[in-house]
């Protein structure tokens, strides 16, 4: 394995059990076996490497979200869908995953949403179900936001070690079932 990708896989998990801001481009090129020249070679700060990270999952993420959503018929098929987004991305690569969701609060004022970010995206999917009358009238955005709530707690707990070993789509079925409740309760 090259470098770039070594340093990548290092400073997930320095960052993962330090925290962005307590971890050190010393620990990361520790842990990579590279000298820290070798991380400022490909980012030019600490900060640019933790951010390329984020941002990489959260498109992938909005990508998933918007492409399964797309191609779902019902309201109850694109519940599954972003389900299925989420499990997908945090299966691919938990440690990843696990870095992105611990670390959201970190990144988002970062992040200039241009409309792609799974938030509004899944605000889109449910503005665009109320208007077809296929949900009940609500606010998106508070529907929105309980939706995304289920998975990203659940996950939250995984990542904590409260949910033991399993894949994060183990508990898609429930998960599911939770979030098509939110999307029709009123």
């Keep these: 394995m090259s470098a770039k990708p070594r340093i990548e896989r290092a400073a997930l998990e320095v960052f993962v059990s330090e925290g962005v801001d307590a971890a050190t481009t010393k620990a990361i090129a520790a842990k990579a076996g590279v000298s820290e020249g070798a991380i400022y070679r490909h980012w030019k700060s600490k900060d ?107 996950a939250q707990n995984k990542a904590y070690g409260r949910l033991g070993d399993d894949a994060l789509s183990a508990h898609a079925p429930l998960m599911t079932a939770a979030v098509q409740a939110v999307l029709f309760a009123r």
């Design 48 to 154: 640019a490497l933790a951010l390329g990270l984020f941002l990489a999952t959260h498109r992938r993420l909005s990508d998933l979200i918007a492409t399964n959503a797309e191609a779902s018929r019902c309201v109850h098929a694109k519940a599954a869908a972003l389900v299925s987004a989420y499990c997908t991305v945090a299966d691919e690569d938990w440690l990843l995953f696990s870095f992105h969701l611990l670390h959201l609060h970190h990144f988002l004022p970062y992040y200039q949403e241009d409309g792609q970010d799974p938030v509004t995206l899944v605000e889109g999917v449910i503005k665009r179900a109320m208007l077809a009358t296929e949900l009940p009238p609500g606010d998106p955005r508070v529907i929105a936001a309980m939706a995304i709530g289920v998975i990203a707690q659940t």
